[in-house]
């Protein structure tokens, strides 16, 4: 197959943007050929052989408008069987959008929850995660006057066009109910999980003794400042604990880890290369996952299981479908510091339940998460799609 991919971000930030990386990598392991139209950036990643493409960005109904020649060039020049949508906000009008689900069989990967959300958090006034579609309540909330309205517009549009395509691809049950909120026909909609390829020969390494690991970004939405918490009702026990990852303000958490005593206990390591993260996983004797936003799956997780580390996650979406409770780590209520900290001191007491929980994980990472049955469920996707175009006598 001849895939047209477009993401707006062509590096490693993210979960979703690794993913985006390993889907390709697979794709064209398989024989599939793969063309990346992204924006133009300084970070952008080039992969050898690989056919990539970098286009202004377009937002509204003009720049779209504007736009719409260059990408229809794309497409005349590159001939796709199928074109794959990612993350497309900021980067392509949704005027382009649904020129390009007349032209040629359109999937849409939506990698995220705050996709349905004017303040791009999923998080009421309150603090809760919210479980409304988007609409009325959000004005009566107060959460559009947050943001400008052409923005608040853009958002209502894209979701518009989304229910248009042929497929829609969520990687959790979770996001695909909060689709269906938000007027997803729910026979477009199909759960195709993450894969991780970390790992692959299923090696186990013993870890380091009570070590702890967070990956993801620090900020106040992926729960550093709770996990700082917890460690803090912890500190007679013996743990050192590694933070990896770049956000909002990360020397806050380092002042915040030095106010509480943590003093040189936590040791926080920037942003590493994609492959350099092993090292640690393969450290940790757990990894901690406690996201306070509406997470779409938690590509962390299933990577720490690679390895066979337990983990433990708040309670949020899309981690506990791929966390069985007890048996590959533990759930624990959101934003619960408490519970957090008793679950990490239960594994740091019992290296057997943290060792058999990691093997736990490994198997099942094995069964679910890898990319064969991961590509076998989207190639299908793609096959009804050009199916379904060519029914509608568009091809």
């Not at 958090?121 to 309540?137: E, F, Q, S, V």
Request: glycine fraction near 8%.
């Amino acid at each position: 197959m001849n895939i047209l991919q477009i993401h707006f971000r062509y590096d490693r930030f993210g979960g979703g943007e690794r993913y985006f990386f390993n889907l390709c990598n697979a794709l064209e392991e398989k024989g599939h050929k793969v063309i990346v139209v992204s924006s133009r950036h300084t970070d952008n990643y080039h992969a050898k052989e690989r056919k990539e493409i970098f286009i202004d960005r377009s937002f509204g109904l003009r720049t779209g408008y504007k736009m719409w020649g260059r990408v229809k060039d794309i497409i005349n020049s590159e001939g796709p069987d199928v074109i794959h949508l990612h993350e497309t906000f900021f980067f392509m009008s949704p005027y382009i959008i649904r020129r390009l689900i007349e032209l040629k069989p359109t999937v849409q990967t939506l990698h995220n929850s705050i996709f349905f959300c004017p303040r791009h958090t999923k998080i009421l006034h309150g603090g809760d995660i919210c479980n409304y579609g988007m609409g009325a309540r959000c004005i009566s909330s107060g959460c559009v006057r947050e943001i400008d309205l052409p923005l608040a517009f853009n958002m209502f549009w894209r979701i518009l066009v989304t229910r248009k395509v042929d497929k829609v691809i969520v990687p959790s049950h979770y996001l695909k109910e909060e689709s269906i909120r938000n007027g997803i026909p729910s026979e477009k909609i199909e759960v195709v999980p993450h894969f991780t390829d970390k790992n692959p020969k299923n090696e186990y390494i013993e870890p380091e003794t009570d070590s702890i690991l967070f990956v993801g970004r620090t900020d106040l939405l992926k729960g550093i400042r709770e996990l700082v918490n917890a460690l803090s009702l912890i500190k007679e026990r013996s743990w050192k604990a590694y933070i990896i990852g770049t956000g909002d303000e990360p020397e806050k958490y380092i002042r915040l880890s030095q106010d509480l005593g943590l003093g040189e206990r936590i040791i926080f390591l920037k942003n590493l290369d994609y492959e350099a993260i092993d090292e640690y996983y393969q450290r940790a004797s757990m990894v901690v996952f406690p996201s306070m936003c509406a997470e779409s799956f938690g590509l962390v997780g299933i990577e720490a299981m690679s390895f066979g580390r337990p983990v433990i996650a708040f309670d949020v979406g899309g981690p506990r479908e791929w966390l069985v409770d007890g048996e590959t780590g533990f759930i624990v209520k959101r934003g619960d510091i408490k519970g957090l900290a008793d679950r990490i001191v239960e594994l740091l007491e019992d290296e057997q339940l943290a060792r058999r929980m990691g093997q736990q994980g490994q198997e099942r990472v094995e069964k679910y998460y890898r990319k064969e049955m991961h590509l076998k469920q989207l190639l299908t996707i793609y096959e009804e799609a050009v199916k379904k175009q060519k029914e509608k006598g568009s091809l």
